[in-house]
């Protein structure tokens, strides 16, 4: 400027006495007269001062970095608390870097004034300790985000200010834990890993221990230490042996013992079978199952009793069968048998009393039916017959009327094919019917005897015989007291297998047809 007018250089000026002033925003302003006469001028180089201000930066509490970066001037501090400096004036940008964190400000120096700015983050520190050696943790913020991770103890400084969550790992086991981080101070944070122990024993010893995740942790006898407190399942595995589920509650600072005997997985099976045979009354085979069981562990409370009752209940199943077919004499000798085991078995007992009543009766009804006329008669007629030895005789009852049966196995043998040929029916005392019948055979004859009388009121007895002639001489039936037509040539099979055949075949055809005939 001359005279407060803008000029250029080589512009021309009045002559005589001038103000020169320049000015420039970064610079301090120059000012000088001037006498100008004819001719030009050359003022040289004129060096401008720079102008300054004072920039003051503060932090609390120290920045990790401080960065202060203008046009013409810029400086980082390492844990500084700040500065006070005279810089160029400019706009400045400032950045305070902490641990966990940064804040940043833009500052404008004028010439010859304090430009001041001072960070105050709201942070704090976390102290972490741990009172097991070798556990780690991870430090995440409100939003799930990892802060900071390594080994405890730790310290964690600089955190901005809220609450964090603590996941601290050992061994596999973890914990978590909330700290609250305020400004201008230190959180002290323990975590604490506690644990209990557990004392494993076995009967045979030896069987490896199982955590419930499947992990093995050793052979019994052992004893496991750093085990969480709270509910812990284990299973004993050894072979030839049950596993054996295991459920201890373990306690802080304290040593839980558990013992047990391992039990023989043949005993298991067998005693498994014991008692499905005995549920489903086969008591032969429940008993040589209990009785495996015994063999593997003789002084076993539960084989003894599985063995006490079949014992018990097969000699009331035979006493049963027994009586059932009137073999009285037999069922009571299992149901005394059966007492002997079982004193105070009341089916025993009424079974008892009534089979013996039964075998009284029937020793009277025996010796009434040695003595029915039936028999007699069949007897008497069967002996006087040479050849009647030769062919077993047979007996069969019913509770059938007298006429009923008669006419029942009349029509039997007649209804069947071939047919039989009454040649002989009669009655030859009251209450008795006879029959004589032929059956033509292919290369013999096929001869029935039956014999039967009214025994008692709600009894018929039937007694039968099947005699087998082949081509031969002529024979004479019921010893001729009953005159019989038969064929010329015929003579009592021979006990070769094809005559065998013969008689069983006539026995089993009589058999059948008498059956349908009383039943």
């Known amino acids: 400027m001359l005279d407060g007018q803008r000029i250029m250089s080589g512009q021309p000026i009045p002559i005589g006495s001038h103000q020169l002033s320049i000015s420039h ?3 301090e302003p120059f000012s000088t007269n001037l006498f100008i006469w004819y001719g030009p001028h050359h003022l040289g180089e004129i060096a401008l001062k720079r102008s300054t201000g004072t920039l003051s930066v503060q932090s609390d509490p120290a920045a990790a970095l401080l960065t202060i970066m203008g046009p013409e001037f810029a400086i980082t501090l390492t844990n500084s608390a700040g500065m006070t400096r005279t810089v ?5 940008a400032l950045e305070a870097q902490y641990g966990h ?7 404008s120096v004028t010439p010859n004034s304090v430009a001041s700015w001072r960070f105050a983050p709201r942070i704090g520190n976390l102290q972490l300790t741990c009172n097991q050696h070798g556990a780690t943790y991870q430090l995440l913020n409100a939003d799930g985000v990892v802060v900071e991770s390594g080994d405890l103890p730790s310290t964690v400084r600089d955190l901005p200010e809220g609450s964090y969550k603590v996941v601290a790992l050992r061994h596999g086991d973890q914990r978590e834990e909330t700290a609250l981080v305020q400004r201008g101070s230190t959180k002290n944070l323990e975590v604490k890993f506690t644990y209990g122990s557990a004392m494993l024993e076995s009967e045979p010893s030896g069987a490896t221990v199982e955590t419930s995740d499947g992990r093995s942790r050793g052979r019994t006898p052992i004893r496991l230490d750093e085990l969480r407190p709270g509910r812990w399942e284990f299973v004993l595995h050894r072979d030839d042996y049950e596993p054996a589920q295991v459920s201890l509650d373990i306690a802080s600072d304290q040593t839980v013992s558990f013992r047990t005997n391992l039990v023989s997985s043949a005993y298991v099976r067998a005693m498994n079978d014991a ?8 008591y032969d085979r429940a008993l040589e199952a209990a009785s495996v069981a015994l ?7 539960a084989a003894a009793t599985i063995q006490k009752q079949a014992t018990v209940q097969r000699r009331l199943q035979r006493a049963e069968g027994f009586g059932k077919r009137g073999e009285y004499t037999r069922a009571i000798g299992e149901l005394e048998s059966a007492l002997e085991v079982a004193p105070d078995n009341d089916r025993a007992r009424q079974l008892l009393a009534d089979f013996k009543e039964r075998e009284r009766a029937q020793a009277e009804r025996r010796q009434q039916e040695q003595t029915s006329r039936a028999k007699v008669m069949f007897d008497a007629f069967m002996a006087k017959n040479n050849d009647s030895g030769l062919f ?10 007298l006429a009923d049966v008669e006419s029942g196995i009349m029509n039997a043998l007649q209804g069947t094919m071939p047919a039989f040929v009454i040649n002989q029916h009669g009655s030859l005392e009251p209450n008795t019917f006879y029959i004589d ?13 039956v014999i039967a009388g009214q025994t008692f009121p709600d009894e018929v007895q039937v007694f039968w015989k099947v005699l087998e002639y082949e081509k031969g001489q002529s024979t004479s ?5 009953v005159s019989v037509s038969t064929n010329v040539g015929l003579t009592p099979v021979r006990q070769t297998r094809s005559g065998q055949y013969q008689i069983t075949e006539g026995i089993e055809l009589v058999r059948g047809l008498l059956q349908r005939a009383v039943e």
């Open 25 to 27: 925003p970064k610079a």
């Open 88 to 92: 160029p004036t400019d706009q400045y």
């Open 101 to 107: 964190g940064r804040l940043t400000q833009s500052i």
């Open 275 to 282: 008692r499905q045979y005995l549920q489903s009354a086969d």
């Open 295 to 301: 063999r593997i562990a003789p002084s076993d409370e």
């Open 392 to 401: 077993e005789g047979h007996e069969l009852k019913t509770s059938k009327s």
């Open 437 to 449: 019948a032929r059956q033509e055979l292919p290369k013999g004859l096929r001869q029935c005897v």
């Open 477 to 481: 039936v019921l010893g001729g007291l």
